[in-house]
């Protein structure tokens, strides 16, 4: 269960309203790399954990933190949106560029559907997507989502705080880029808590792997079409990451034949031709 | 620029088609966790790429390998569907529960839409999204979206593999879980010959630290309701997994005020109560 | 069974082209808050209609309305972007930052894949999806869903004037927000015609109401961290609106236990810590 | 800002694990008359609200709560799924249609992406979609769009009440349905406070009604194609129901002219025929 | 401006209600081969329309005509609904295949979300997309679309004809089977009174043909890795199709270079080794 | 399976990166009428392909030729990219509007996910949709759908062309515009090698026509409101295109019955009035 209270995680101060930088402000809380993602991925991590559970109270309680981080962007984006343009009229008298581009520049929905407030939405009004949510039961995959979600997060705050002068801004996503900077060294943390990536890898590491095909675990497959040598690396060479195999390299060669269906059933709405006479 | 040549990749083979295990195979053609998002997934990286030509060589290369897996897969779900039920004529009758049973079980749309073929699909029926191709121009996020893409597909696989008794399914899999094996691996290993986890996070790395809030860097924050102190382990302590900091733990307060956003503006679409008067 | 005739339900007459408007009026065909919904809406809900057949002829009729209104509104668009511009040519020498403006403003598809014209899609060129209609076989939440719908509409066609300073446009859309305002009384009247809130609520009425828990079908529970008394209001004191219970409030304790799942199955796919030994 | 308790807001137990029950329990879940719809839309309007800040508190407040029913209710769907089928091996043979059945009805993705947990996805495997969440800016459209969604919420808690004897199951849908009863007499006492549907409609009320087109606010327009009157009931006669009009009807002719957009534009990429010579 | 009738374009009847089936033909209202398609998409070609007026007049005609398909099998869903399963709880007994296998078959969201009628989605529940709606503003274009969209539309319905045996359904199948092909032939008619092929291509015949690489415009490219030659046929030899070329055939060889994008900005959020030092 | 070289298929040059045309580029990568989806189209038509080999060859042959248009796009839109945007600090001062507008017109996406690269999304930031993808076993309907994915391919391109005055971009637009050009008469010389519309119509040719009502399969109806005549054309006089009838017209008067659904059942959770009583 959960409970709220009125004061906001961190400061969130506004200078000079931007509604532009608002609109970019929406890929932070409803894209992929926003965090309604990695606040719903942790909380049905946490809800779906099986095993022990410290990882479990682990993922509520940081799924429980990104809630606040939405409640943050979101009042940052309503803030940001104080002096939008409401009105297209003068800009059929095109008298002034500048204030043409913001308006052509701002999200129209920030005014038509929202009433200049936040939306679940990302930067080009796509609406937050649940297929972007990973939680698949295997804790060794998850946390590598989790570490990937937070290098894109902290990737795009960082790139929202190039993008704007505006004091107030940039030291919200100072406190939320800090914030991203814990989150991959904590889901970092896990992995090696666990035993790190060799023990971990290959996921899911309960599948025994002399039923996959051995031949072709550590070998780098090279696609060129005039079957030159693929580029060279440490993924040609030594030890796998894991441990439990030697990296090679070789040019791939199809290994099955040329597929054939054979004739369309009569019943399956194929066009004469295809149907066997 | 890309050739094909008729013959697949590895054998594809099905001794008992199974038009309910057609269904599940979607997951790994047109699901988040499947082939089309991992081969473009590369293919936009590489394409994108700016550094070092050899990640994008190399990049290029596996996201051609990939093409021929939808292949493979695509070639698997028509070969299951073989034998699929087209008509629902006897099922009215209910005279035989396992019969209707696997026409309940099959995707509809394999007869209605597809005429028993493969589908740019989930196992719901739900189309492929573009959304889920990540490609950042950051190698290093980009490397950490590649492990995870690469654990969930081999997850994904397993599973598939654990769900048939099918010989020829069943090598298929092996198959392509060692791909995903060595590609966990691969993708390691540029993380590995970029200087590791300690080199390049956090992500950015490029990101000036000193304009993060850097109290909040490395500690783990507390959010239970009782102020009870959150699970400790190797994120609560000891050195940080980037080596630039120590990780702490201390239950959160807020640091904001209230936020109040005023009355709403005369000219925004509120309800008479919401505007100062 | 449908017919048609050429004249416009209402007139549709722009004075001064802009595509940028055209862009904005994109939200009131294909948006959430669009005709294509409501039209859809009330067919479906006629469509599906049991029980006494006038709200069923109701909704077929209103429905049908709605179609001249997509109608209307999408032959201002097509007005609207007469003048719009196809080139970016002038755009790269930057010397007018008006016209600039526009084209940064516009929708691209309205260009490169419209022709200029109207599509079932919003203000942003999200596609107009079916997961927005609601009809539901219960009278009760049909109508309320339609009442929102019109206030939605209604707020959103407002917006739109307040935006336009075209005759225009400005006519056509005082027809639209009427016909807003009497959709907005017409569903409302049905629910008074059905008994009114009292009669209709708890939807749907058919429930018997000893099968849900009553100790909390009436009391408005607090969530503050602080256990503060939540806002008073209405919504806390006297009877309910639904004249079956009393209003009261009280901070809410969790009445359940922390949830434990147990192991994870070994054919599950999860990694082997998470496994009974 | 939020916190948790590891506690959940009410019991929840499954007496008899049923994965086809764990697949119409997503719809509680994802679905558009779910528990992360009424979540986040509750928590956005709250974000948003301008004006008196009692209904923000209660909107975050109620907010609050629906995160604790979203973790309930995935708690549900995990243990539903405790004795889902992960194997087809056994369909094959197809000696037990009732098995079969379970398997052949059971969301494939539950065992293939969630490892026997749920999803931010409804009945259907279709993701959770950020354009269902209404936040307007307009208190009095978001409370209807309350009372609806509340509404829809009761309506499927009910039927899927309905759908299981499972007693544990029972009892959490019990406590559910109660909380769906509040929340709809809770969103109609903010109505009633602020006046009721007299004062508020039509929404937006701050919209000078005497730039709408007043002929058509308060009658109803038939659409028959022999010109038979409408359906009379109580949206054509006496007082509209908000208090400012008088409701009439009658059959409805066209106002406006056939449209006409002229010739293309040689520019516009339309075939030769429609540009003009 | 639309009118309605009571009476259905032609007669539905269902002789044995079946839940399975209703969900197959939800593909032909909410699918993308199915009727909200055509009809938004003959009505948004219309409303689009620039030059001759009489294909306006034909596309609004026969819009209209498809709305009152979707009525007829809306109608029909909810007939075949009529007897469907709503409750789970003898499954859980599971003593009969037969029982089972249809509620495991059947749309939850029928039960669940609609009140068993008929919804805007597809076969698996995918919701109506208005992306699928193709109005160009290029009539030959769009012609070409429209007998698309009705040869997709008659494969779905002869392949729903083949999978009933209710005498009903098949007879207002074979309403709608004969609709397509009447519609086939119609837009196939207003490319032959347009010139044919000949004249139409290729799209758009504006576009000044001396301005594309001529070199490419009739000549077959090979792909296959060996430089085998492709396949020959009707496309490698003799005069075009639009009769302003020859067809030839060639192996592909790259042309272009291999392109390199440098280094990443400072700026842009790169990886420190992707920067240029 | 597939093979990559370096170089491109064709020359990719800009001489003057310009960010607003690489959003507009975007629509040819991941739109409804871009490359993503031919390319994806010819693959599974391939691969699903039942019936004479040739035609599989074939698309498979194209297909891959399309993967590498992707190739050539996404490196274009990167090099437009160059000299993109990545603050808004200038703006705010707003000094030059022309700049402003740059800004403002691009896809924040293109600098805040993909780092200055190309996405599989389209001008409007939609991600790429795999429903887009036709490939129903039917060799006749693929054959259509994709003479029309390759008119709107070109219509696409050609208005690209218009819109820039860049000789690089110009250069590579002429040589997918000239492949168009092949790609709309190849697939209709495989029509033509198949006998042509007369053979081939109506589809799917294998179901057999007096199944069909054939009172209504060469009739053009009217549903004009005052029963005038529709228009007429080649489409209501001589054989029909199929050969196989004689087209005729008349207005349509509905042949069925107002449709009643009854009374709602008890436990379908209609309202109280809805259920028969």
Chains 1, 2, 3, 4, 5, 6 share one sequence.
Not at 9 to 18: M, S
Not at 34 to 43: A, K, N, S, T, W
Not at 225 to 232: H, K, M, S, V
Not at 256 to 273: C, M, T
């Amino acid at each position: 269960m959960f409970k709220h209270t009125k004061q906001l995680a961190y400061k969130v101060r506004v200078d000079e309203p931007n509604p532009i930088f608002a609109k970019h402000l929406q890929q932070a809380i409803g894209g992929v790399e926003g965090e309604i993602r990695v606040c719903l991925q942790y909380l049905f991590q946490g809800w779906g954990n099986r095993g022990p559970t410290r990882y479990k109270d682990m993922l509520l309680n940081t799924g429980t933190e990104e809630i606040g981080h939405i409640e943050m962007l979101a009042t940052a984006v309503a803030l940001n949106l104080e002096g939008a343009e409401t009105s297209l009229q003068e800009e059929i008298a095109g008298k002034n560029g500048a204030v043409e581009a913001v308006l052509g520049g701002q999200d129209p929905r920030h005014v038509l559907s929202a009433g200049l407030a936040a939306m679940p939405a990302d930067a080009n009004g796509n609406p937050f997507n649940g297929s972007w949510v990973v939680a698949t039961g295997n804790v060794g995959s998850d946390m590598l989502a989790n570490v990937h979600a937070e290098a894109s997060g902290r990737l795009l705050a960082t790139r929202l705080w190039e993008m704007t002068d505006d004091p107030g801004m940039k030291e919200m996503l100072g406190f939320l880029i800090a914030r991203d900077t814990m989150h991959q060294n904590q889901w970092m943390a896990v992995i090696e808590e666990l035993g790190g990536p060799e023990k971990q890898l290959p996921i899911p590491n309960s599948f025994p792997q002399d039923q996959e095909n051995q031949e072709y675990s550590y070998v780098y497959l090279g696609f060129a079409q005039d079957g030159a040598e693929p580029p060279r690396g440490r993924w040609t060479e030594s030890t796998s990451i894991d441990g439990k195999g030697t990296f090679s390299l070789r040019p791939m060669e199809p290994q099955g034949r040329e597929p054939d269906l054979g004739s369309a059933r009569p019943d399956s709405g194929a066009q004469e031709g295809q149907i066997e006479g």
